[in-house]
Each structure stands twice: as C-alpha cells, then as structure tokens.
C-alpha cells in the first residue's frame, strides 16, 4: 500500500463549495420561492378585495388558494385535502349563532369592571379612541384597523396554504389546532356570553360616546374612497344569516392570528415571527374599534395556546382516536409480507371506507334529530340546550369522514 498516494477526502474548508452541497441550497431557494410568491399574492389578493368591496372571508379565499393550487400544479391535492376542513368550518360558523340563544346571562358589567381593575379605572378603548379619533375628518387609524379587521381569515388561511406546500402534516396540525380552538370558543359562548364593549355602550352600560363605532366610520371610509356606495358586493352569508354578537370572550380575532403565529413559529423558524407582528396589529386594531375589550384578547391568546399545545404535544392524547383507530384494528387483520406496499394501500382504502361510512351515519342521524327538533318541536325544539347534541354529532361526523382523506 502507497502511503504517499494523494487524499481523495474534501477539506473541511472545501466542503461549501461541493456541486451536491450547492445543489441543495439552490434546491432549498427553489422550494421557498413558490412560498414567497403565494404569500405576496395573498396579501395583494387581500388589499384588491377590500378595495373593490368584496369581503375577504373564507370562502372566497378558499376559491382563491385553490386557483393558486392549480397554478403550482396541485389542484386534486388542494381539493382532496381542503374541502372536508372547509365543510367542517362552514358548519361550525353556522352553528355558532345559536350559541347565544339558550338564556344565559348576559355578562356585561363585570367584564367592564375586570377591565377597569386591570388599567387603573379606565377603559383601553375609551383612552386609546381619546388620544387618537380626530374630532373631524376621517380616521386613519380606524381606517387601518378595518382593514387589519377584515383580515381576520386571509392571513391565518394563508399560513395554512404555505404549510399545506410545504408540509401536508404540518397543516393537518393547524387545521387540528384551529378546530379545537373553534370548538373550545364556542363551548364558551354557550355558558359565558359577553357583551363587547360597542354593544355596552348602546344599551346604556358604559356613558354616552364612551366607545364609539369606529369600524363603522373605517368601512365607510374605504367605502367612500373605493366607490363601494359603503357595503360589500359580495359577504359571508353565514354571517348574515346566523351572527352572535354576544360572542366577546374569547376573542377568536385576537386568536386566529396568535395560533397562526405559533404554529409558523415552529415550523418557519424566524420567518414565523412576522405573524407576531401581525397578531399584535389585530390586538390594536380590535381594541381601538370597540369590538374587543382587552381581556377578550387576552383570553383568546390563552385558549390559542392551549389548542396549539394539545394539538402539536399532547399527541398520545389527540391523535389516538384520530390516528390508530380503526386502522390498527384493520392493519391486524391484514397479511404482512413482501408486498408491503399493497397491503398498506389495501389498509388506507379499507380505513377510508370506514372513516366515510362512520361519518356519514353520524351526520345523517344529526341531519335527521335537528330536522325533527325544528318541525315538531321535539325535546324542547331548536330553543333548548339539547338541539347542540345533534350539531356536535353533524361535526363529529364531518369531522370523521374527513379521516379518510388522510390515507396516502
């Protein structure tokens, strides 16, 4: 053996510059920039919809990551993996509105008082509208905080979009999260609704001018400024159809965001932190126009937290009933061998069928209860407490259906 034979080893110093190292950092670049452009189109698709008087509200920013999907190529995708958390998220905003309409009281003046306890007498909002509402002319700051207020499902939305390009887990975990924040919200406004501060005001809780209406003065500003003649061309129907204004605590404006945050944070790295930036903007924005007290806000980030951590580190708790069952029942029934793959396909079809055929008897019998509860008045009608029961087992069933479009 030639101990004076020449090294074939690379320097450490030399490492840098390998054609596979280089390969992989412009293969990296590559994989970042559709995530760029997706969400410089968000944002201008955003600001072009306010302008132009169109709501920008989950459905039509569904319509629009879908287009961007088919651009990039995964239109099948898109659908396959959107549509049952869209469905899911549709009805839960439906069934929403009936959160406030089961005789609880009303909490208005104790909310006021822990406000006033946490900032020394005072309301944020009356001393924020003090320092910053001109006595005349528009309001640029209640200008900017419409617009901020009507992003409320664009940007969370979009974080999902770069997620599902980037990782389909890792949006399977926010759309998880945002759910059992959705559900956790809800809960809440059935046995503790709460007034916002411009609904205190108009009833004679809070002294008169003490919270104005910004929003209202926002919108029609821009209204004016586009030509919009001060209402949408086009807006959420649900919300038109089913609102919930006593719908305070906890702030899912103030919410949405912060999971959007946390959930960016842990798999962007730095680049998450510009959704802080964002959230805090939406902590303001809500404050400033009356829509929010502040402790609204502050429950909403805990209840975002919470969610976030169930959902990303409470995995033996979440994702037993969501993940093995009934696969393994069906994987244990199954042969193992060479053809490894195929059983895994004939795994995930049969746990498909499974997951669709549960679902679809959960929501069908919720279809049936609800339906008999509002024609006939059956236990108590859709007045009482219990028509929620048949709701849940609707949600539950979307919610299980959706499991088979899981299965790769």
């Known amino acids: 053996m030639d101990d004076t034979a020449p090294s074939t080893a690379v320097p450490d110093s030399a490492i840098g510059t390998t054609p596979a190292l280089r390969g992989s950092r412009l293969q990296q670049r590559n994989e ?5 452009v997706v969400a410089v189109y968000v944002v201008l698709l955003s600001g072009l919809m306010i302008a132009k008087g169109i709501a920008a509200t989950p459905d039509v920013v569904a319509v629009a990551l879908g287009l961007a999907a088919i651009v990039l190529g995964r239109g099948r995708l898109f659908l396959r993996d959107w549509i049952p958390f869209l469905v899911l998220f549709f009805a839960y905003e439906l069934m929403r509105g009936y959160a406030d309409q089961f005789g609880q009281q009303v909490h208005i003046g104790d909310v006021i008082a822990l ?3 946490l900032f020394g007498g005072q309301l944020p909002t009356t001393i924020l509208q003090a320092w910053l509402h001109p006595k005349s002319g528009i309001d640029p700051w209640a200008v900017a905080a ?16 770069l997620l599902w390009l980037r990782r389909r887990a890792a949006y399977y975990d926010f759309v998880a999260a945002l759910v059992v924040l959705s559900m956790a919200a809800f809960v809440t406004y059935v046995l503790l609704p709460v007034a916002p501060p411009w609904w205190a005001e108009q009833r004679g809780y809070l002294p008169p001018g003490a919270v104005l209406p910004l929003k209202e003065l926002g ?3 821009l209204a004016t400024t586009f030509g919009f003649d001060g209402h949408y061309v086009y807006s959420y129907a649900f919300y038109n159809i089913n609102p919930n204004q006593l719908a305070a605590i906890p702030s899912l404006h103030a919410a949405y965001p912060f999971l959007a945050f946390l959930v960016a ?4 790295g730095r680049a998450g932190w510009l959704m802080l930036l964002y959230s805090a903007a939406v902590w303001f924005s809500i404050v400033y126009l009356g829509e929010h007290h502040v402790v609204d806000a502050m429950a909403g980030v805990l209840y975002a937290s919470l969610a976030y951590w169930l959902v990303l580190h409470a995995r033996t708790v979440i994702r037993v009933v969501a993940e093995i069952w009934p ?3 069906i994987a244990g029934a199954l042969p193992s061998g060479s053809a490894g793959q195929n059983v895994h396909d004939i795994q995930s079809r049969r746990s498909g069928f499974v997951d669709i055929a549960q679902g679809g008897a959960s929501c069908a019998l919720g279809v049936a209860v609800a339906a008999a509860m509002v024609t006939t008045g059956f236990a108590g009608g859709p007045r009482s407490p219990l028509y929620l029961l048949p709701w849940v087992a609707i949600l539950v069933g979307l919610w ?3 499991m088979a479009f899981r299965h790769d």
């Open 146 to 161: 419409t617009v901020v207020y009507f992003l409320h499902f664009p940007l969370p939305l979009a974080v999902g979009f």
């Open 265 to 268: 944070r842990h798999y962007f």
């Open 219 to 221: 919108f029609l500003a």
């Open 32 to 36: 970042r920039s559709p995530l760029a």
């Open 327 to 329: 696969s393994a029942a």
């Open 400 to 402: 299980r259906a959706s």
């Open 115 to 117: 406000e006033r306890a």
